[in-house]
Protein backbone atom coordinates (compact mmCIF):
# COMPACT_ATOMS: atom_id res chain seq x y z
CA UNK A 1 0.00 0.00 0.00
CA UNK A 2 2.64 2.21 -0.24
CA UNK A 3 4.30 2.00 3.51
CA UNK A 4 7.76 0.74 4.62
CA UNK A 5 8.78 1.11 8.41
CA UNK A 6 6.48 2.97 10.66
CA UNK A 7 2.88 3.07 9.61
CA UNK A 8 1.84 5.48 12.57
CA UNK A 9 1.05 9.11 12.13
CA UNK A 10 3.38 10.90 14.87
CA UNK A 11 2.52 14.65 13.64
CA UNK A 12 0.34 17.63 14.61
CA UNK A 13 -2.71 15.22 15.84
CA UNK A 14 -0.47 13.33 17.38
CA UNK A 15 1.37 16.16 19.34
CA UNK A 16 -2.45 17.72 20.05
CA UNK A 17 -3.04 14.63 21.38
CA UNK A 18 -0.41 15.60 24.27
CA UNK A 19 -1.61 19.19 24.46
CA UNK A 20 -5.08 18.07 25.20
CA UNK A 21 -3.63 15.59 28.25
CA UNK A 22 -2.00 18.05 29.53
CA UNK A 23 -5.26 20.63 30.08
CA UNK A 24 -6.75 17.70 31.21
CA UNK A 25 -4.09 17.54 34.08
CA UNK A 26 -5.00 20.93 34.86
CA UNK A 27 -9.22 20.09 35.27
CA UNK A 28 -10.45 21.44 32.69
CA UNK A 29 -13.46 19.29 32.92
CA UNK A 30 -15.68 16.37 31.27
CA UNK A 31 -14.39 17.30 28.05
CA UNK A 32 -11.09 17.09 27.78
CA UNK A 33 -11.21 14.02 29.76
CA UNK A 34 -13.09 12.66 26.67
CA UNK A 35 -10.72 13.75 24.48
CA UNK A 36 -7.84 12.75 27.02
CA UNK A 37 -9.48 9.20 26.88
CA UNK A 38 -9.67 8.95 22.93
CA UNK A 39 -6.67 10.62 22.12
CA UNK A 40 -5.00 7.80 24.76
CA UNK A 41 -6.83 4.98 22.66
CA UNK A 42 -5.15 6.43 19.27
CA UNK A 43 -1.73 6.66 20.73
CA UNK A 44 -1.86 3.44 22.03
CA UNK A 45 -3.11 1.54 18.71
CA UNK A 46 -0.17 3.28 16.89
CA UNK A 47 2.38 1.91 19.18
CA UNK A 48 0.79 -1.46 18.81
CA UNK A 49 0.21 -0.67 15.14
CA UNK A 50 3.97 -0.39 14.92
CA UNK A 51 4.68 -3.69 16.81
CA UNK A 52 2.45 -5.66 14.06
CA UNK A 53 3.67 -4.40 11.24
CA UNK A 54 7.20 -5.25 10.48
CA UNK A 55 9.65 -2.90 9.39
CA UNK A 56 10.92 -3.24 5.71
CA UNK A 57 13.58 -5.78 5.00
CA UNK A 58 15.29 -6.45 1.17
CA UNK A 59 14.27 -4.25 -1.19
CA UNK A 60 11.61 -5.26 -4.01
CA UNK A 61 13.10 -7.04 -6.88
CA UNK A 62 14.06 -5.18 -9.84
CA UNK A 63 11.82 -4.96 -12.89
CA UNK A 64 13.43 -2.85 -15.59
CA UNK A 65 13.95 -4.10 -19.07
CA UNK A 66 12.12 -4.82 -22.73
CA UNK A 67 9.30 -6.59 -22.51
CA UNK A 68 8.52 -8.10 -25.68
CA UNK A 69 11.75 -7.62 -27.12
CA UNK A 70 10.76 -9.70 -30.24
CA UNK A 71 7.64 -7.61 -31.23
CA UNK A 72 8.07 -5.37 -34.06
CA UNK A 73 8.85 -1.26 -33.68
CA UNK A 74 10.31 1.04 -31.68
CA UNK A 75 9.42 0.37 -28.01
CA UNK A 76 7.43 2.34 -25.47
CA UNK A 77 8.78 3.90 -23.12
CA UNK A 78 7.05 3.34 -19.61
CA UNK A 79 8.63 4.79 -16.28
CA UNK A 80 7.10 3.87 -12.73
CA UNK A 81 7.70 6.32 -10.12
CA UNK A 82 6.00 6.77 -6.15
CA UNK A 83 6.56 4.46 -2.96
CA UNK A 84 6.79 1.17 -2.55
CA UNK A 85 3.49 0.38 -3.92
CA UNK A 86 5.08 1.16 -6.88
CA UNK A 87 8.62 -0.44 -6.49
CA UNK A 88 6.66 -3.79 -5.63
CA UNK A 89 7.48 -4.37 -2.36
CA UNK A 90 6.07 -7.57 -0.34
CA UNK A 91 6.65 -9.92 -3.72
CA UNK A 92 9.74 -11.61 -4.82
CA UNK A 93 9.77 -12.02 -8.35
CA UNK A 94 10.11 -9.25 -11.21
CA UNK A 95 7.07 -11.06 -13.10
CA UNK A 96 5.07 -10.17 -9.52
CA UNK A 97 6.14 -6.45 -9.41
CA UNK A 98 2.92 -4.09 -11.03
CA UNK A 99 5.63 -2.31 -12.85
CA UNK A 100 6.37 -6.33 -14.74
CA UNK A 101 2.79 -6.89 -14.60
CA UNK A 102 1.88 -3.27 -16.58
CA UNK A 103 4.58 -3.76 -19.02
CA UNK A 104 3.89 -7.12 -19.78
CA UNK A 105 0.12 -6.13 -20.31
CA UNK A 106 0.73 -3.18 -22.96
CA UNK A 107 2.99 -5.14 -24.71
CA UNK A 108 0.69 -7.78 -25.46
CA UNK A 109 -2.32 -5.32 -26.30
CA UNK A 110 -0.41 -2.93 -28.58
CA UNK A 111 1.41 -5.94 -29.80
CA UNK A 112 5.07 -3.98 -29.17
CA UNK A 113 7.87 -3.79 -27.34
CA UNK A 114 8.19 -2.20 -23.59
CA UNK A 115 10.73 -0.37 -22.09
CA UNK A 116 10.55 -0.47 -18.67
CA UNK A 117 11.86 2.17 -16.34
CA UNK A 118 11.49 1.65 -12.34
CA UNK A 119 12.51 5.13 -9.96
CA UNK A 120 9.98 4.31 -7.39
CA UNK A 121 11.63 4.25 -3.83
CA UNK A 122 10.21 2.19 -0.93
CA UNK A 123 9.42 4.58 2.05
CA UNK A 124 8.90 7.62 -0.61
CA UNK A 125 6.48 10.10 0.16
CA UNK A 126 5.33 12.92 -2.21
CA UNK A 127 8.32 15.36 -1.75
CA UNK A 128 10.36 12.68 -3.44
CA UNK A 129 9.06 12.71 -6.57
CA UNK A 130 10.84 15.40 -7.68
CA UNK A 131 14.53 13.47 -8.12
CA UNK A 132 12.40 10.67 -9.27
CA UNK A 133 11.21 12.68 -12.16
CA UNK A 134 14.65 14.30 -13.03
CA UNK A 135 15.59 10.54 -13.40
CA UNK A 136 12.41 9.42 -15.33
CA UNK A 137 13.10 12.75 -18.03
CA UNK A 138 16.43 11.47 -18.67
CA UNK A 139 15.07 8.35 -20.01
CA UNK A 140 12.36 10.45 -22.36
CA UNK A 141 9.07 8.26 -21.22
CA UNK A 142 6.02 8.13 -23.29
CA UNK A 143 3.69 7.89 -20.43
CA UNK A 144 4.72 7.69 -16.32
CA UNK A 145 2.74 5.99 -13.93
CA UNK A 146 2.73 7.41 -10.26
CA UNK A 147 1.60 5.19 -7.02
CA UNK A 148 1.93 7.97 -3.99
CA UNK A 149 0.08 9.10 -0.84
CA UNK A 150 0.15 6.11 1.58
CA UNK A 151 3.46 7.31 3.29
CA UNK A 152 1.75 10.89 3.45
CA UNK A 153 -0.93 9.98 5.02
CA UNK A 154 1.27 7.79 7.56
CA UNK A 155 3.77 10.81 7.88
CA UNK A 156 1.07 13.54 8.11
CA UNK A 157 2.11 15.59 5.08
CA UNK A 158 -0.37 18.29 4.76
CA UNK A 159 -2.46 17.17 2.01
CA UNK A 160 -2.01 20.52 0.57
CA UNK A 161 2.08 20.54 0.55
CA UNK A 162 1.48 16.42 -0.85
CA UNK A 163 -0.80 17.45 -3.62
CA UNK A 164 1.41 20.43 -4.35
CA UNK A 165 4.38 17.81 -4.75
CA UNK A 166 2.48 15.78 -7.10
CA UNK A 167 1.31 18.41 -9.29
CA UNK A 168 5.16 19.69 -9.93
CA UNK A 169 5.85 16.01 -10.96
CA UNK A 170 2.93 15.85 -13.41
CA UNK A 171 3.11 19.50 -14.80
CA UNK A 172 7.49 18.24 -15.51
CA UNK A 173 6.14 15.08 -16.92
CA UNK A 174 3.17 16.86 -19.29
CA UNK A 175 5.76 19.68 -20.35
CA UNK A 176 8.00 17.01 -21.73
CA UNK A 177 4.95 15.40 -23.79
CA UNK A 178 5.07 12.80 -21.17
CA UNK A 179 1.70 11.04 -20.19
CA UNK A 180 0.79 10.77 -16.54
CA UNK A 181 -1.64 8.32 -15.07
CA UNK A 182 -1.41 8.63 -11.19
CA UNK A 183 -2.65 6.05 -9.02
CA UNK A 184 -4.30 7.78 -6.10
CA UNK A 185 -3.78 6.91 -1.76
CA UNK A 186 -4.89 3.35 -1.43
CA UNK A 187 -7.49 3.09 1.51
CA UNK A 188 -5.54 2.73 5.05
CA UNK A 189 -8.79 1.71 6.50
CA UNK A 190 -8.71 -1.43 4.81
CA UNK A 191 -5.27 -2.30 6.71
CA UNK A 192 -6.63 -5.39 9.44
CA UNK A 193 -3.68 -4.71 11.70
CA UNK A 194 -4.89 -0.86 12.32
CA UNK A 195 -7.79 -1.23 14.71
CA UNK A 196 -10.73 1.31 15.16
CA UNK A 197 -10.97 3.94 15.73
CA UNK A 198 -7.53 4.84 13.98
CA UNK A 199 -8.45 2.67 11.26
CA UNK A 200 -11.46 5.37 10.70
CA UNK A 201 -8.81 7.99 10.85
CA UNK A 202 -6.59 6.46 8.51
CA UNK A 203 -9.63 5.95 5.89
CA UNK A 204 -10.83 9.59 6.76
CA UNK A 205 -7.62 10.91 5.83
CA UNK A 206 -6.75 8.67 2.40
CA UNK A 207 -9.76 9.52 1.13
CA UNK A 208 -9.50 12.93 1.59
CA UNK A 209 -5.93 12.81 -0.07
CA UNK A 210 -7.01 10.67 -3.03
CA UNK A 211 -10.10 13.51 -3.66
CA UNK A 212 -7.59 16.30 -3.50
CA UNK A 213 -4.96 14.00 -5.71
CA UNK A 214 -7.54 13.65 -8.74
CA UNK A 215 -8.67 17.01 -8.63
CA UNK A 216 -4.97 18.09 -8.92
CA UNK A 217 -3.80 15.50 -11.26
CA UNK A 218 -6.65 15.94 -13.52
CA UNK A 219 -6.43 19.64 -13.69
CA UNK A 220 -2.56 19.44 -13.95
CA UNK A 221 -3.64 17.26 -17.74
CA UNK A 222 -3.20 13.70 -15.98
CA UNK A 223 -5.11 11.17 -15.46
CA UNK A 224 -6.58 9.75 -12.31
CA UNK A 225 -7.17 6.43 -11.17
CA UNK A 226 -8.71 5.44 -7.51
CA UNK A 227 -6.70 2.71 -6.07
CA UNK A 228 -8.87 3.13 -2.37
CA UNK A 229 -9.90 -0.38 -0.98
CA UNK A 230 -9.34 -2.19 -3.94
CA UNK A 231 -8.13 -4.92 -1.73
CA UNK A 232 -10.02 -4.68 1.10
CA UNK A 233 -13.16 -6.98 0.29
CA UNK A 234 -11.29 -9.23 -0.92
CA UNK A 235 -8.59 -9.19 1.86
CA UNK A 236 -11.11 -9.50 4.35
CA UNK A 237 -12.12 -13.25 2.69
CA UNK A 238 -8.84 -14.08 1.65
CA UNK A 239 -5.95 -12.52 3.97
CA UNK A 240 -2.98 -14.33 3.05
CA UNK A 241 -3.37 -14.30 -0.50
CA UNK A 242 -4.03 -10.55 -1.29
CA UNK A 243 -1.88 -9.44 1.12
CA UNK A 244 1.61 -9.97 1.74
CA UNK A 245 3.60 -11.54 4.34
CA UNK A 246 3.66 -8.21 6.53
CA UNK A 247 -0.28 -7.91 6.26
CA UNK A 248 0.39 -4.00 4.84
CA UNK A 249 1.40 -4.46 1.62
CA UNK A 250 -0.26 -6.20 -1.49
CA UNK A 251 0.63 -9.91 -2.39
CA UNK A 252 1.13 -11.06 -6.21
CA UNK A 253 -2.67 -11.33 -6.18
CA UNK A 254 -3.16 -7.65 -5.03
CA UNK A 255 -0.53 -6.13 -7.39
CA UNK A 256 -2.39 -8.02 -10.50
CA UNK A 257 -5.48 -6.40 -9.05
CA UNK A 258 -4.14 -3.00 -9.04
CA UNK A 259 -2.55 -3.55 -12.34
CA UNK A 260 -5.49 -4.76 -13.91
CA UNK A 261 -7.18 -1.45 -12.57
CA UNK A 262 -4.25 1.00 -14.49
CA UNK A 263 -3.86 -0.98 -17.83
CA UNK A 264 -6.58 0.73 -19.77
CA UNK A 265 -6.28 4.29 -18.30
CA UNK A 266 -2.61 3.62 -19.56
CA UNK A 267 -4.26 2.44 -22.85
CA UNK A 268 -6.60 5.59 -22.94
CA UNK A 269 -3.67 8.07 -21.90
CA UNK A 270 -1.64 6.89 -24.80
CA UNK A 271 -4.64 7.24 -26.86
CA UNK A 272 -4.80 3.02 -28.25
CA UNK A 273 -8.32 3.09 -28.89
CA UNK A 274 -7.93 -0.07 -27.15
CA UNK A 275 -9.74 0.38 -23.87
CA UNK A 276 -12.75 2.16 -24.64
CA UNK A 277 -16.35 -0.25 -23.81
CA UNK A 278 -19.20 0.70 -26.15
CA UNK A 279 -20.86 2.63 -23.63
CA UNK A 280 -20.97 4.05 -20.33
CA UNK A 281 -21.62 1.30 -17.75
CA UNK A 282 -24.02 2.49 -14.19
CA UNK A 283 -22.59 5.13 -11.90
CA UNK A 284 -20.13 6.25 -14.66
CA UNK A 285 -20.78 9.73 -16.84
CA UNK A 286 -19.90 13.65 -16.23
CA UNK A 287 -19.26 15.16 -13.91
CA UNK A 288 -17.97 18.14 -11.87
CA UNK A 289 -13.82 17.85 -10.77
CA UNK A 290 -14.92 18.19 -7.70
CA UNK A 291 -17.76 15.74 -7.21
CA UNK A 292 -16.00 13.28 -9.46
CA UNK A 293 -12.71 13.21 -7.37
CA UNK A 294 -15.20 12.42 -4.32
CA UNK A 295 -16.83 9.87 -5.69
CA UNK A 296 -13.42 8.31 -6.75
CA UNK A 297 -12.04 8.19 -3.60
CA UNK A 298 -15.20 6.38 -2.26
CA UNK A 299 -15.06 3.68 -4.89
CA UNK A 300 -11.99 1.96 -5.73
CA UNK A 301 -10.86 1.62 -9.69
CA UNK A 302 -12.50 4.81 -10.95
CA UNK A 303 -10.81 6.18 -13.37
CA UNK A 304 -11.08 9.93 -14.14
CA UNK A 305 -10.29 12.37 -16.91
CA UNK A 306 -10.86 15.66 -17.78
CA UNK A 307 -13.81 16.06 -20.40
CA UNK A 308 -15.16 18.77 -22.09
CA UNK A 309 -19.90 19.12 -22.27
CA UNK A 310 -20.83 21.62 -25.43
CA UNK A 311 -17.24 22.18 -26.35
CA UNK A 312 -16.46 23.65 -22.90
CA UNK A 313 -13.61 22.48 -20.05
CA UNK A 314 -15.38 24.06 -17.51
CA UNK A 315 -19.10 24.48 -15.97
CA UNK A 316 -20.52 26.22 -12.84
CA UNK A 317 -19.02 23.64 -10.87
CA UNK A 318 -15.56 23.41 -12.02
CA UNK A 319 -13.45 21.83 -14.94
CA UNK A 320 -16.10 18.76 -16.46
CA UNK A 321 -14.66 15.47 -15.86
CA UNK A 322 -15.30 11.65 -16.83
CA UNK A 323 -16.16 8.58 -14.75
CA UNK A 324 -15.26 4.97 -15.70
CA UNK A 325 -14.99 1.98 -13.24
CA UNK A 326 -11.88 0.29 -14.17
CA UNK A 327 -11.30 -1.84 -10.88
CA UNK A 328 -12.10 -5.70 -12.57
CA UNK A 329 -11.66 -4.11 -16.02
CA UNK A 330 -10.43 -6.84 -18.85
CA UNK A 331 -9.45 -9.77 -16.91
CA UNK A 332 -6.89 -11.69 -18.55
CA UNK A 333 -5.31 -8.24 -20.06
CA UNK A 334 -2.83 -8.06 -17.20
CA UNK A 335 -0.78 -11.33 -17.08
CA UNK A 336 -1.40 -13.64 -14.06
CA UNK A 337 1.48 -13.08 -11.99
CA UNK A 338 2.84 -17.01 -12.48
CA UNK A 339 5.13 -18.45 -15.48
CA UNK A 340 2.95 -17.36 -18.47
CA UNK A 341 4.33 -13.67 -17.81
CA UNK A 342 6.60 -12.51 -20.24
CA UNK A 343 10.30 -12.56 -18.92
CA UNK A 344 11.84 -9.60 -19.86
CA UNK A 345 15.26 -8.75 -21.56
CA UNK A 346 16.56 -6.56 -18.30
CA UNK A 347 18.64 -3.61 -17.57
CA UNK A 348 20.03 -2.28 -15.15
CA UNK A 349 21.42 -4.62 -11.76
CA UNK A 350 19.17 -7.52 -11.04
Not at 13 to 35: D, F, I, K, P, S
Request: charged residues 20%; proline residues 9%; hydrophobic residues 45%.
Amino acid sequence: MGVAGSVVPVGPRWRRARRVARLAALGTGATAAAAVATGGVLIGQARQARRTIPMAEAPPPRCDGVYGAKLPGPPLTVAILGDSSAAGYGVHRRRETPGSLLATGLSRRLHRPVRLHRFAVVGAISSGLKPQVESALECLPDVAVILIGGNDVTNRTPAGLAVRYLVDAVHALRGAGCEVVVGTCPDLGAIQPIRPPLRWLARRWSRQLAAAQTMAVVEAGGWAVSLGDLLGPRFAAEPTRMFAWDRFHPSAEGYAMAAAALLPTVLSALGTGQDRRPGLARGEGVRSLPEAAQEAARHAGTEVSATQVRGRDRGPAGRWAQLRRRAFFGVGAVPHPGPAADSPTLEGRP
